[in-house]
């Protein structure tokens, strides 16, 4: 599937949240193809999925918006690297879950 995407560096907070953004509406697409391909998908988990990448993307576009020790160059670092490895970890995780709902039926 399209939902190797991982974020792996950051140029600027600017890219960055473009990026959590259009990997989150890629998950938006591949859970509404999936719901579509598969009927025996129920409509309940499908919304909930949905409301999981929602939330997903606008929690790690808030916390892009807002790092931890602004002053420190090592603490902002670190802190982005922290989020980008907590975001695909969410991304893998949402992915997973989702591919999981055609398999339980």
């Given at each position: 599937?399209?939902?190797n995407k991982e974020i792996y560096f950051m140029a600027s907070r600017?890219?960055?949240k473009k990026w959590i953004h259009i990997i989150a509406e890629?998950?938006?697409?591949?859970?509404?193809v999936n719901f579509m391909l598969f009927?025996?998908?129920?409509?309940?988990?499908?919304?909930?999925?949905?409301?999981?990448?929602?939330?997903?993307?606008?929690?790690?576009?808030s916390r892009a918006n807002h790092p931890?020790?602004?002053?420190?160059?090592?603490l902002v670092k670190n802190y982005y690297k922290s989020l980008i490895e907590n975001f695909n970890q969410s991304v893998?995780?949402?992915a997973n879950e989702m591919l999981s709902l055609n398999k339980n039926k």
């Open positions: 599937t399209g939902l600017k890219n960055l890629e998950l938006a697409m591949e859970c509404y009927p025996n998908i129920k409509e309940e988990d499908f919304n909930s999925v949905l409301q999981k990448i929602y939330n997903l993307d606008k929690e790690f576009i931890n020790g602004t002053k420190e160059t090592k893998v995780e949402i």
